[in-house]
């Protein structure tokens, strides 16, 4: 029972910090020219990022929060991808 209420007072706040990481890692990937360079992973992070978003305002955090982190990677991975 602990373990539960451990687990779900995670998802109960909305994935701020999250969701804006995600926003920038984005951004970065969009400023290094990764709609062009690395269209396949830059449309998964907007996928993804999107996808967090209906999440968040349908108050799943817990989903949100996962689809936010999975975005920056992706946007991260994007990035990369573009500037080499």
Same mark, same amino acid.
């Given at each position: 029972m602990l373990l539960w209420a451990l687990i779900s007072g995670c998802a109960t706040t909305a994935p701020v910090q999250e969701m804006s990481d995600a926003r920038q890692a984005l951004q970065a990937a969009e400023? &290094?020219? &990764?709609q062009e360079r690395a269209a396949e992973a830059y449309r998964r992070s907007r996928a993804l990022l999107e996808e967090a978003q209906l999440r968040l305002e349908s108050g799943e955090y817990g989903p949100a929060r996962e689809k936010a982190l999975e975005a920056k990677r992706a946007a991260i991975e994007a990035r990369i991808e573009a500037a080499d």
């Open positions: 400023q &290094a020219g &990764a």
